[in-house]
């Protein structure tokens, strides 16, 4: 068991590079070089972790790895024999623990509360043998203290974030304590009070704003929900299809921000009783320019809104990055390429068809081509297109905008969705007046696509003359490359992938068991499965007045597509995904 100093004692650098020298944590000769550059430092008051990862000194018991700070951190955990953690915000209570202690009390012993329970309360701290805050804490909130070591630079960091969030957020509740409450069904009279709206443009409610941006983008989140709720407003993030709680603002500070990303996304502050939409670009600090598609919702306690985050790197990226394999990317290419028709993408809200509508139509916009989109709403500006919203208020609808569309030169035309029989007329009368048109139908396969058509009122010749192909996709999660393994597999495994899988099966899959990296989900990012089905001329013969789709699905099947499940088999196969998960998506 390790002796523990009697009394506070800061990290020395000397001491640190001793223990690493011991168990061969740092390159042999270095250790007075790490001095004398340390000697030779500025700034005195720097951590002697932070320090030592920026020397970016090899790892040998790493091959091709540098000692960064979270290496170093879990290292000195280990050595003190001390609690590691790695801080990850979004299982942070950032409303709770800032009430724990004062912002100055944190700074000078550079801690920060993580979490609390009935058990006590978590404090992170980089210095494991300075302890005299501990009495104090104890004293204080009269509850049990539990020590974690953590990386210095995010204590710091989010200590800093954390504290300056809470001082806006009481800020702005203080400064609207005498408003009425935000009209709901609920309503409460106070009677003696103003009936002001909260000030959108309070500094406290302008620094809510930015912080939920930035935090938005550094936890790679791709919609944001603030709701409005009886007692706390509720803001989540959906990161990798998963949506987490991120913090709870006092009703009248969840007002304020509506309205101020309302004022921001051009919308009427005014009007509470009817949904809008609206939309934000923003520049992150040393990124590209972000879109952010608004939409508010009137609920039973206040306007909810959504903001949705369109990746800036969509327009960049090629089919591979998106997830087609060699064999689905030349069939979409072979359709692509026509000179007219109808080619249509299939899936349910959130499955990714905007990332490869985009992607698609910005290889296909060359200067030789005019390529004129009508979207409702505009999901991404992209000079390339010629681009024009739906606004159903001015009688501009899909079905008119395209015959506006028709009177402007167009080789292609991408419609943002087809919903009605008058969308798909002027689409297929586009298609067979010698233009290429893109579109999306809310379908849960490719052949499905046949069926919803008629469903509308087209007519099967008319399909037939016109529709080039279909492709369905959905989005499945990927493994974390830092924790997968490979695993064994058993024939009994497969058997909830239809059709039966060509070949011999796999006999190993991959599995993540979670980690730091992925938030213990196992689980980073997403990537596209497809289902793309030619049109041939076999097909065309099975579409008639009684489509009968399990014969179209056959007839594909010999084509060569693969099923959705058995495109997300491969991805399971090659360690991209889970079984579970390639379950979990894709329709049976």
Known sequence: MRIYPS??????????????????????????????AWRQASNAALHPLVFLAEQQLCDPSRAGKTLDIETLTAWLADHVEQPYLRLDPLKIDAATVTGLMSFAFAQRHVILAVAVDDRGITIASCQPWVSSWESDLRQMLKRPVRRVIANPLE??????????????????????????????????????????????????????????????????????????????GCVRFRIDGVLHDVYQFPPQVTVAVVSRLKSLGRMNVAEKRKPQDGRIKTRPPGAAEVELRLATLPTAFGEKMVMRIFDPQVL???????????????????????????????????????????????????????????????????????????????????????????????????????????????????????????????????????????????????????????????????????????QPLSLSDWQGFTPTWPGSLPACTWRATGCAQCRDTGYSGRIGIFEVMLISDKIKTLIGPDTELNAIRRQAHAQGMLSLRLAAAHKVANGTTSMEEALRVTPA
């Open 7 to 36: 009394h506070d004692q800061w990290l020395d650098l000397n001491d640190l590079l001793a223990a690493l020298h011991a168990q061969n944590r740092i390159p042999q000769g270095c250790t007075e070089q790490v001095l004398i």
């Open 155 to 232: 204590i710091q960091r989010l200590g800093v974030e954390f504290f300056q969030l809470a001082k806006s957020v009481t800020g702005a509740a203080l400064n609207d304590q005498k408003t009425s409450p935000q009209t709901n069904l609920e309503q409460l009279l106070t009677l003696g009070t103003g009936a002001r709206e909260p000030d959108a443009n309070d500094a406290h409610i302008v620094n809510i704003v930015d912080w939920l941006f930035q935090y938005a983008f550094e936890q790679r989140a791709s919609d944001v929900h603030i709701e409005p709720r009886r007692e706390q």
């Open 316 to 486: 960049l990226k090629n089919f591979d990055q998106l997830g087609l394999c060699p064999e689905d990317l030349q069939r979409w290419q072979h359709m692509t390429r026509r000179p007219n028709g109808i080619i249509l993408i299939t899936g349910p809200t959130g499955s990714g068809k905007t990332s490869t509508l985009y992607a698609t139509l910005k290889q296909l916009a060359t200067p030789e081509i005019n390529l004129c989109t009508l979207e409702d709403p505009i999901e991404m500006i992209e000079p390339a297109f010629n681009q024009m919203q739906v606004q159903p208020n001015i009688d501009l609808t899909f079905a008119n905008g395209v015959r506006a569309l028709m009177r402007q030169d167009p080789d292609i035309i991408m419609l943002g969705e087809i919903r009605d029989l008058e969308t798909a007329e002027v689409a297929i009368q586009a298609a067979l007046t010698g233009h290429l048109v893109l579109s999306t139908l809310h379908t849960n396969d490719a052949p499905s696509a046949i069926s919803r058509l008629q469903e509308l009122g087209v007519a099967p010749y008319l399909i037939k003359a016109t529709l080039l192909g279909v492709m369905a996709q959905r989005l499945v999660r990927t493994l974390c490359t830092d924790c997968r393994n490979e």
